[in-house]
């Protein structure tokens, strides 16, 4: 069974960091693309970031430079450091195997 489990998100102040974890089980992690996307309420979803097999990494206009996608094989994981936090980021991030599934998702507020 094909497992996503995420954790990480949380309530911080504009300026601040955080770093989201994703981990993998039930399939052989390497193998595939994962993304990191977020949704607030009313608005569709939207890509944040993406990194393939390979660890190619792509990036929505408005987080590059703050936002770090990156992956570790050995520990079937997934992460998204995420700098420089702006109010605008507030949302639920959901992690993704692409074409496979989804993660339930982890709340990021971003308020002082």
């Known amino acids: 069974q094909v497992q996503l489990v995420e954790s990480g998100g949380g309530l911080v102040q504009p300026g601040g960091s955080l770093r989201l974890s994703c981990a993998v089980s039930?399939?052989?992690?390497?193998?595939?693309?994962m993304g990191w996307y977020r949704q607030v309420p009313g608005k569709e979803r939207e890509m944040v970031a993406v990194?393939?097999?390979?660890?190619?990494?792509t990036y929505s206009e408005p987080v590059k430079g703050r936002f770090t996608i990156s992956r570790d094989n050995a520990k079937n994981t997934v992460y998204l450091q995420m700098n420089s936090l702006k109010p605008e980021d507030t949302a639920v991030y959901s992690c993704?195997?692409?074409?496979?599934?989804w993660g339930q998702g982890t709340q990021v507020t971003v308020s002082s």
């Open positions: 993704r195997i692409l074409g496979v599934l």
């Open positions: 039930g399939i052989i992690f390497s193998r595939y693309g």
């Open positions: 990194i393939t097999s390979g660890g190619t990494t």
